[in-house]
C-alpha cells in the first residue's frame, strides 16, 4: 500500500468513526459499550423492554419476569421513567399510547393528552400588541396543561392489564423512596438545566443539593415527595391524583404560580380510546396514532407519496433518496399547518389526507432534479378535492413486547426538557408546558418552529396538537414485526419515517435502522437538518438541486424500537441520548 492510499484509509476510518450518531450526540462520553449497543440489538425468545433509561427498562423486565403482559410492563416502565428521567418521564405531563393485543390481533389507541383548563381562552399568549408573548407560551405555570400521565397509564393497565396497581407501582415507589444512583446523563442535564429549574424553589429543591450545589454522577437521588405521591396513587387509583391530596397541591402551586388548572380540571380530565390511522407501504401495514396527534396522518402520508418512486434504487442516503424524501416532508407538513387539531374540537379530514390518490397528485408535484421552495408550497387538499370532484424535544418514547405478541409502543412528556420548570411543591412531580403546543396566533411558531392554524387555537378542554408517533409496522401476513417510535419535537413523524424505510426498503436490521444517519424537513423554516454521517457529496448535490441545508449538523431523536423475526425478538436503543437501554425478560 502506498503512502496516499495508506493516508486515505486512516481518513476513511476516522470519518466513520466520528461521523456515527453516537459521536454526534456526545463526543466526549461515547464508551465502548455505546458503540457496541449500536451495532448488536439485544435477542430473545422471551419479552423485551426498551427505553431512554436503563433502571426503567429493567423495571419493565422485571415486571414480564414477574408474569406482567406488556401492558403491565409499559406502565411501570412509564411510572419509573417519572423517576428516573424526570426531563422527560413524568406525572405531570401526557402522551400517546399504541397497544396491539395479540390474541384479538387488534390494535387500539390511547390518548392520554393534556387538555387546556376551563379558564383558557384563544388570546391568553398575546401581548397588548397582538403578538405572541413566548416566554408566557412556554416557561409560566399558564403554559401548563392538565396532566394526562397518571390517568392514561392507569387506564391501560386496567383495561389490558393482568397486575395490579400496587404490583405495577411498587418498583418506582421503591426508587423514588430509596433513591438510585445518578448517572452522568442526568447529572449533566441538571446541571445545563439548572439556570431555569433554580428560578423555581420547589424544583431547586427535588433537583439540587443545598445552596444549590449540582448532583455527580454516583450520587444518590431521593424523592420522598415524589415517592408519597406515588403511594397515594398506588392505593387510591387515578383518584390519588385528580382529586384529594395530590389534586390540593396542584391546585395550590398555580395559585401560587398564577396558573389556571383548577379542581375542576383535574376532576374532569378523561382518557379516551381512538381508532389508530393505518395504511399500506409496499403490502406492509403500518399503524400509528390518529389526532391530536399529527403523527400517523402525516406518516401514512409521506409513504404513500415515496411509494411512487424506487427508493431503494436511488440508494440509502444518496442525494435522490433525500431529495424524495425532504419534498414528500415538504408536502406533509404543510398540510399539517392547515389541517390539524383536536378532532373533538374542529374536523380533520382523515381519510382524505391519507388518501392514496392525494399522493399520487402530491407525488407528481415532485421534480427529481430541482427542490421546491416552502413559500410555493401550500396546503393542498382543497384543490386536490376540488380537482377529484370535476387535504420536545425532550419526549421520551419506549417500546414493550411480551412472549405472547402483545406489544406497546408509547411516547410521553413534558413538552420542553423538564416542562415549563415548575415543580409542584410537596407532590415532587413537574408541570408540563403543553400549552405552547397550541397555536397562539395563526400563523405564529410554536418552539418547535411548526406554524399551525386556527384548527389548534386554544379553546377550554381541548388537546394541542402533537407530534408523538408511536407506531406498530405489520408484515404482508399481518404479523407484527417493529415497535417504535421516538422523542424529538417536529422531527418525531420524519424519523419513524426513515425508521420504516431503513426496515422496509433497505432490509436493515433493528440496530443497523437505529444508527443510520438522518435528516429533516418541516416546510417552515424551508431548512434541511442533518446529522453527521451523511455524505458530503450528497449535501453538495442537495445544495446543487436548490435545497437550504442547514449550516451545522444536529443529532435527530432517539428511537426506542423492538422488531420480531418469527419467535425471536431484536431490541436496539438509540446511543444518540445516553443512558438507553433494552432490556430482555430473562426467564
Request: aromatic share 8%.
Amino acid at each position: 500500500m502506498n503512502i496516499k492510499s495508506a493516508k486515505n484509509l486512516v481518513l476513511f476510518v476516522l470519518i466513520y468513526i466520528f461521523a456515527s450518531p453516537t459521536f454526534a450526540a456526545d463526543s466526549s462520553s461515547a464508551t465502548f459499550l455505546d458503540k457496541e449497543a449500536r451495532f448488536h440489538p439485544v435477542i430473545s425468545q422471551l419479552g423485551m423492554v426498551v427505553s431512554q433509561e436503563a433502571i426503567a427498562s429493567q423495571v419493565g423486565a422485571d415486571i414480564l419476569e414477574a408474569g406482567g403482559n406488556a401492558i403491565d410492563a409499559a406502565v411501570a416502565t412509564g411510572f419509573a421513567l417519572a423517576v428516573t428521567l424526570p426531563r422527560a418521564g413524568n406525572l405531570g405531563g401526557g402522551g400517546f399510547m399504541l397497544v396491539y393485543l395479540a390474541e384479538e390481533n387488534k390494535t387500539i389507541a390511547i390518548d392520554y393528552r393534556e387538555t387546556a383548563p376551563l379558564s383558557a381562552d384563544r388570546d391568553m399568549f398575546l401581548d397588548p400588541e397582538g403578538n405572541v408573548d413566548n416566554g408566557k407560551a412556554r416557561f409560566s405555570a399558564q403554559s401548563s396543561g392538565v396532566p394526562g400521565t397518571v390517568a392514561g397509564l392507569l387506564h391501560a393497565l386496567e383495561q389490558y392489564g393482568t397486575l395490579s396497581i400496587s404490583e405495577v407501582l411498587k418498583p418506582a415507589i421503591k426508587l423514588a423512596s430509596q433513591g438510585f444512583i445518578i448517572n452522568y446523563d442526568l447529572a449533566d442535564s441538571l446541571r445545563l438545566s439548572s439556570k431555569r429549574l433554580q428560578q423555581h424553589p420547589s424544583s431547586k429543591k427535588y433537583f439540587y443539593k443545598a445552596q444549590g450545589q449540582y448532583f455527580l454522577p454516583g450520587d444518590r437521588l431521593v424523592q420522598s415527595d415524589l415517592s408519597r405521591t406515588l403511594k397515594r396513587i398506588s392505593k387510591q387509583g387515578s383518584a390519588g391524583f385528580y382529586s384529594g391530596k395530590t389534586a390540593e397541591l396542584i391546585v395550590q402551586q398555580m395559585q401560587r404560580s398564577d396558573g389556571l388548572i383548577s379542581l375542576e380540571d383535574l376532576a374532569n380530565y378523561n382518557v379516551i380510546e381512538r381508532e389508530p390511522v393505518c395504511g399500506t407501504y409496499q403490502q406492509y401495514s403500518v399503524c400509528a396514532m390518529p389526532p391530536p396527534s399529527s403523527g400517523g396522518i402525516h406518516l401514512i402520508q409521506m409513504l404513500n407519496i415515496l411509494e411512487h418512486f424506487d427508493l431503494k434504487k436511488m440508494g440509502h442516503n444518496s442525494a435522490a433518496y433525500l431529495h424524495h424524501l425532504i419534498e414528500a416532508m415538504r408536502s406533509a407538513y404543510a398540510d399539517r399547518s392547515l389541517y390539524l387539531g383536536d378532532p373533538d374540537f374542529t374536523p380533520v379530514p382523515v381519510k382524505q389526507l391519507t388518501d392514496k390518490s392525494y399522493a399520487q397528485a402530491l407525488s407528481r408535484a415532485i421534480d427529481p432534479q430541482k427542490s421546491r421552495r416552502s413559500t410555493d408550497v401550500y396546503p393542498g387538499l382543497e384543490k386536490w378535492v376540488t380537482s377529484q370532484s370535476s387535504e420536545s424535544e425532550e419526549t421520551t418514547h419506549y417500546s414493550t413486547w411480551d412472549k405472547h405478541g402483545n406489544i406497546v409502543s408509547n411516547t410521553y412528556t413534558l413538552n420542553f426538557a423538564y416542562g415549563n420548570g415548575i415543580a409542584v411543591e410537596g407532590a415532587g412531580f413537574l408541570l408540563n408546558n403543553e400549552m405552547d403546543d397550541f397555536s397562539a396566533k395563526p400563523g405564529s411558531a410554536n418552539g418547535y418552529g411548526l406554524i399551525g392554524g386556527s384548527a389548534n387555537a386554544i379553546q377550554p378542554q381541548k388537546r394541542p396538537l402533537s407530534s408523538m408517533t408511536p407506531t406498530i409496522l405489520f408484515d404482508t401476513n399481518n404479523k407484527p414485526i417493529l415497535a417504535t417510535g421516538t422523542p424529538g419535537g417536529s422531527t418525531i413523524i420524519t424519523i419513524v419515517l426513515q425508521m420504516i424505510l431503513n426496515t422496509i426498503d433497505f432490509k436493515m436490521g433493528v440496530a443497523e435502522s437505529t444508527a443510520a444517519p438522518r435528516i429533516h424537513h418541516q416546510w417552515l423554516p424551508d431548512t434541511v437538518s442533518y446529522e453527521n454521517g451523511i455524505s458530503v457529496d450528497s449535501l453538495k448535490l442537495l445544495s446543487q438541486m436548490g435545497h437550504k441545508i442547514s449550516s451545522r449538523p444536529r443529532v435527530l431523536g432517539s428511537t426506542q424500537s423492538i422488531t420480531a423475526k418469527g419467535s425471536i425478538l431484536e431490541a436496539s436503543a438509540d446511543s444518540r441520548r445516553q443512558g438507553a437501554a433494552a432490556v430482555s425478560q430473562r426467564n
